[in-house]
């Protein structure tokens, strides 16, 4: 049995490894109509900030971020914005709080699920009217 959503959060590694912008997008919309074409929901989550990111790549993964919002909505698939659940509100390029300077700590997570869980409730709701 399929699921009935896939969360897509991916992104951050390419940027870290100094991949083409265009190569994360197009890996990003493969995988988003590979799970439309299968008849689940994808999820399109941003790419988090980390804490040792450069200039450069903070500010790719900030291009990224807009270009994924933009594409869900082209595509009519739910967005949410996990960059946003566990930036620090001082410095929306870094983590609010990481215990190695690269993920989130545990509240950082527990943020970001309860963002996907209320962006998924809500697309529910929207598609049971």
């Not at 799970?35 to 689940?40: F, G, H, P, S, V």
């Not at 996990?82 to 300077?101: C, F, H, I, Q």
């Amino acid at each position: 049995m399929a699921p009935d959503y896939v969360i897509i959060l991916a992104g951050v590694n390419d940027v870290y490894q100094d991949l083409p912008l265009e190569s994360v997008e197009e890996n990003l919309f493969t995988m988003y109509k590979l799970a439309i074409k299968n008849k689940i929901v994808p999820v399109a989550a941003t790419v988090l900030p980390y804490n040792t990111a450069s200039i450069s790549e903070s500010r790719i993964i900030l291009e990224l971020n807009r270009w994924i919002e933009d594409v869900s909505k082209r595509l009519g698939i739910p967005f949410c914005d996990t960059n946003g659940a566990v930036a620090d509100p001082k410095n929306r390029n870094r983590l609010r709080s990481s215990p190695d300077e690269f993920h989130p700590d545990a509240a950082g997570y527990r943020r970001m699920g309860e963002a996907l869980a209320k962006t998924i409730i809500a697309h529910q709701d929207a598609t049971q009217n």
